[in-house]
Structure formats: C-alpha cells, structure tokens
C-alpha cells in the first residue's frame, strides 16, 4: 500500500496542487491536521480532498476543532475523520493515539 501523508498546509493551493498531483500514485492519503488556517475554506480543501476519489484520512490539528471537522468531513463519503476512531484499508488500521503530556 502506498500512503501519501502530509500536514501543515494551512489552506495553501500551491501545497493542495501538489499533493492532488502526488495523490495519483497513492492507494490512500493521510492528513495529520493543521489543513487550515483556523478554518477558513475547510469545507473547500475537504470537498477538494473527496475529489480525488481515494481514501483521505484525517485528523484535526490546533487550527481546527475536532467538532467542526468531524461535521464537515460527514458531508463527503472519501473522507474519513479518525478523531477517537479508525478507519481500515486494505486490512490496514489507521488510528490516532494522543496523550497530553505535562
């Protein structure tokens, strides 16, 4: 399986372009947060995400809230939000474990 992942790219069209282009030898593509700059355009950058008819597995990062993300990722059926979930692919389980640490 091949597994395109990136994060950070804070709403930049340069940045989506590239990973869309990338995103053709990929099996599955795995966002790790931070998609937007404090949601602005995430419903946009996610329908455009759907659009590459692959699996995109995301989770939120501090410029998202898990709430709206969870809400707008229901909207588009490629678009799987692992916040305390998972998704399988291909007998592959993708998950999200994170511990606060003080």
């Not at 759907?50 to 995109?56: F, H, L």
Request: net charge positive.
């Amino acid at each position: 399986m091949r597994v395109l992942f990136f994060t950070d790219i804070h709403g930049s069209n340069k940045y989506l372009k590239e990973i869309i282009i990338k995103s053709h030898e990929a099996d599955v593509l795995v966002c790790s947060g931070d998609l937007t700059i404090f949601e602005n355009d995430l419903d946009e950058l996610l329908r455009k995400l759907n659009s590459i008819g692959k699996p995109v597995i995301v989770i939120n990062g501090n410029h998202e809230s898990s709430s709206a993300m969870n809400i707008i990722c229901m909207r588009y059926k490629n678009v799987h939000f692992i916040h305390k979930s998972y998704y399988i692919h291909d007998n592959v389980v993708f998950f999200w474990l994170w511990r606060r640490r003080f």
